[in-house]
């Protein structure tokens, strides 16, 4: 089911030195290009940013972690060999660690990818001293980990059965229960030292954005053997800063790279005044410019609220409940406005949704029945009251998971699948979903039937139980909110063992 694209509400606080442009949060390393500008200033360690999460982290290994909070942290931390055009509309690829974009031959079976030179890794003991240099080799070794069976990789759909001679490594792998990482591959080969060719089994002109995910990273070998039983707590990349302190759930620490390589800010802007304002305030500086940056997990949205409000952290987005006082009429409120507090809004290229376990007992299945089911639940779900009471009118329905701004997307497009609890009712009448005597449904076999949803302990998310009850009533289906801490939700989803659960996409396709 899909539910809404998030209106992107950003408060800005400038705080004495701490002026944050607009659009120029999310960039703090990443979109860059490489230009022969003269030598900039490199970052300002008096310079702070203070981030607050909504939701905790789970780790930073870039195969084995999906959340986007952690992805935030990774992707300062750890580099592609392509990424994006930070201003560029549409988005277009560009070069990161590699040389220029890559060479396709062979109607769009090979890639050829030159690494830069004098990129290299954050110092680690795992290096034993030593000065540690990015090359090919630790793309090649990245992408092998997507398909060692024992790192159960979440992203390994991404390159499974493209590779050629991948897939038989991962199988052989299955059956000695042992991944060779020393073995020759046919589709990974390493041209030199700094030259990597992939070689895929069919046509597929869209790898070169595979390429610029961030799960493409590079990791060291070295480091990973070193510290094989928590790979998630050793975060050690090439990237403009490095994670220097981290208590789990609640707080990390991002200081800039010194020895990061010079990387100037060279974007062309559009006619948007926001690009301009972007583009006066950096061409020319060096990346990184801030020294550090203090994130904290706040979970609840009113401390989050405050905190900014209190000058505790820098900028606030998707202040849900807070709306009609943070931005009322859709403009900043005129205390905040004398603060210098200002607005940037922005439709994410995301989509939330509620997905369903089709192993769950209760769910599950392919039978005309469960069928039924899942559509009437779906059916039941008023997304437009979501949107208007808990999300304060901060988010756009969706009607496909391509979302505005996404290559694809349609704006005349309609789901077939509507609010309308009425038809629920009569499908569930129809498929044997008899009332009993109080009132609630039970399974066409005459057993007890409830729609457990997993959940987290946060006031925000009682709002989204109380509407799911609300919704699911009416339709005579009894209903239980099941919580437990989001990075436990993970870890349960993962392994299939819950019902049904809301999650979000970032369209990083």
Known sequence: MLHYAPFNLRYEAMLGPRILLARGISGLCCCLLFSALPVAQAADPNKVLRVAFEIEETGFDPVRVTDNYSSQVMEQVFETLLTYDYLARPAKLVAKTAESLPEVGDNGKTY????????????????????????????????????????????????????????????????????????????????DRYTLRVHLKETDYNFAYIMA?????????????????????????TGAYILTSWVRKSKMILEANPDYREVIWDFAGSDDPRDRAAVAAMKGKRIPQIGRVEISVVAEEQSRWLAFQNGQIDYIDRFGSFAPVAIPQNKVAPDLAARGIALDRSVETEMTYTFFNMEDPVVGGMSKERIALRRAVAMAYDNDEEIRVIRQNQAMPLQSPVPPGVVGYDPKYRSIIRYDPALANKLLDYFGYKRGADGYRNNPDGSRLTIVLTSEPLAIRRDYDELWKKSLDVIGLRFEARKGPFSDNIKAAEACQLAMWGSAWHSDY
């Open 112 to 191: 050829l990818f030159h690494v830069r030179k004098g990129i290299y890794f954050h110092p680690d003991s795992a290096f034993k001293g030593k000065r540690r240099e990015l090359t090919a080799a630790d793309y090649a070794y990245s992408i092998k980990r997507f398909m060692d069976p024992k790192n159960r990789s979440p992203w390994r759909f991404l390159i499974d059965g493209k590779i050629i001679g991948l897939d038989e490594l991962s199988a052989k792998a299955v059956k000695a229960d042992r991944f060779d990482y020393d073995a020759s591959v046919r589709g990974l080969e390493l041209v």
């Open 213 to 237: 995910m961030p799960a493409m990273s590079a990791v060291a070998r070295e480091v990973i053997e070193t510290y094989a039983d928590d790979t998630n707590a050793h975060p050690i990349g």
